[in-house]
């Protein structure tokens, strides 16, 4: 398995808290990606990410 930058150490561990506690969680890691990339609409990776995350809401708002 590829070895993650310590900086994914917190989101990871914060994921792994919520799912514990119960909660649905989606954590993806995109290597190489400048921060807030999903909005550079310009890159196709932000544009992935940023279907990826509006499809994870739409499901979750609609749910009671």
Known sequence: APQLF??????MRVAESCRAA???V???VWHQ???????YRFL???Q?????IAAFV???IAKP
């Open 26 to 28: 989606s954590l993806q």
């Open 33 to 39: 990606m400048p921060h807030v990339f999903p909005l």
């Open 6 to 11: 310590s900086t994914m150490a917190l989101p």
């Open 44 to 46: 196709p990776e932000g």
């Open 58 to 60: 739409r499901t979750h």
């Open 22 to 24: 119960g909660v649905e």
């Open 48 to 52: 992935m990410a940023l279907r990826d």
